[in-house]
């Protein structure tokens, strides 16, 4: 008896160590530019992938990146499948009941962009009947539906909505200010233009399962990086600009 007990205690034991250096599973977004995207020798890099490696380190926390498409991070999370999730995700109420989120860590909005040679839409107003591009499961799809007056076409991820726009399926794309900013510098070049104001500002935030502990423990890393100048440098290396109050 008194070694069933010992061999039952040691199992124990065993697995609640195994449990304590199990990295915490942390997801990203398959393509965010600049946020999260794959570098040209295939690994991610970006601000969020950045931002967290070092609130990481920080807080003391080992995990392990899984990418995913972004309307699959939120139920990710609500079902504890990942403990956390960085994905230039937008605080929004809604998502709030569901899931716990990190103080704010950028402020967005979102933006219009349409094809280089069109000057007939400059505000939402111009695409009554059009068809807009956008992500699924993203507050541009709240955005874009609550509108009402155009079609609006869902894609999983970035490349698909862009394309969308680029092979003339779609009179604009409607996505978050930093993301169009990046696409029309670099691949849309001279292919694609920004429209209209910025709607909707809007701010990200790491989640987390409701109540998760780590929200504190982030928070607190994130605050030291905001008064240590860290956070400045990664933004400053990423965004070329000082971060947006
Ligand atoms: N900021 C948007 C949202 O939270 C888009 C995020 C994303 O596509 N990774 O819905």
């Not at 990942?82 to 979102?110: E, L, Q």
Request: proline fraction near 4%; charge should be neutral.
């Amino acid at each position: 008896m008194k070694r069933i007990i010992s061999m039952v205690f040691a199992c124990l034991m065993l697995t609640s160590t195994a449990f304590a250096q199990e990295p915490l599973i942390v997801a990203h977004d398959t393509n965010f530019k600049p946020f999260e995207f794959k570098n040209t020798d295939g690994n991610y890099t970006g601000f969020d992938i950045e931002l967290w490696a070092a609130l990481a380190k920080k807080a003391g926390l080992n995990y392990k990146f899984q990418p995913m498409d972004f309307n699959g991070i939120v139920p990710g999370l609500q079902t504890n499948q990942i403990d956390a999730g960085i994905a230039g995700m937008t605080i929004t109420p809604a998502r709030a009941k569901v899931i716990s989120f990190s103080d704010p860590y950028y402020n967005s909005g979102v933006q219009m962009i349409v094809m280089a040679d069109r000057d007939d839409i400059s505000s939402i107003n111009d695409l009554e009947g059009k068809i807009i591009s956008t992500k699924l499961g993203t507050s541009s799809e709240t955005f874009a539906k609550s509108f009402g007056k155009a079609e609006v076409k869902l894609y999983p991820n970035n490349d698909a909505m862009f394309m969308e726009l680029i092979s003339g399926g779609a009179d604009a794309v409607i996505f978050d200010l930093p993301v169009v900013q990046d696409f029309a510098s670099t691949v849309g070049k001279g292919r694609v233009k920004l429209a209209g104001p910025l709607y909707e500002g809007q701010a990200y935030g790491i989640g987390f399962p409701k109540g998760s502990a780590l929200v504190e423990k982030v928070n607190k890393a994130l605050a030291e990086m905001k008064a240590d100048g860290s956070y400045d440098e990664l933004y400053m290396k990423w965004f070329k600009t000082a971060p947006r109050k």
